[in-house]
């Protein structure tokens, strides 16, 4: 549906990837999120970007991203997220699983 593609769209999706460098296109845009999300941080003295924020939803939704690529990382599956991205991310304070830890929440959510 056209909500969908719009979805896609606000989370920066590459509908036609074979037509750039995929590895320096994928690398420009991990590096173009990761700047994003240091002035963030500036701003708000945080990493803890809302899926849904409304000042910049592609930010939102990388950050998303990121901590199911993350995940996947752990546990041993395919994944973008390399240790020197972990390391970066660590290096800013962001918080890979915000939901532990949280009162009132169990790790079986």
């Given at each position: 549906?056209?909500?969908?593609?719009?979805?896609?769209?606000?989370l920066?999706?590459?509908?036609?990837?074979?037509?750039?460098?995929?590895?320096?296109y994928?690398?420009?845009?991990?590096?173009?999120?990761?700047?994003?999300?240091?002035?963030?941080?500036?701003?708000?003295?945080?990493?803890?970007?809302?899926?849904?924020?409304?000042?910049?939803?592609?930010?939102?939704?990388?950050?998303?991203?990121?901590?199911?690529?993350?995940?996947?990382?752990?546990?041993?599956?395919?994944?973008?997220?390399?240790?020197?991205r972990?390391?970066?991310?660590?290096?800013?304070?962001?918080?890979?699983?915000?939901?532990?830890?949280?009162?009132?929440?169990?790790?079986?959510?």
């Amino acid at each position: 549906t056209e909500e969908r593609l719009q979805q896609l769209r606000d989370l920066d999706f590459d509908f036609a990837p074979k037509n750039k460098s995929h590895t320096k296109y994928y690398v420009d845009r991990w590096v173009h999120h990761l700047k994003e999300l240091r002035q963030f941080k500036v701003e708000n003295g945080h990493c803890r970007v809302p899926q849904r924020y409304k000042e910049n939803k592609k930010l939102g939704g990388w950050v998303l991203y990121v901590r199911h690529q993350y995940r996947k990382h752990q546990s041993g599956h395919s994944s973008t997220m390399t240790k020197e991205r972990i390391q970066q991310l660590e290096m800013l304070g962001f918080d890979f699983e915000p939901r532990k830890g949280r009162p009132g929440r169990t790790d079986n959510l």
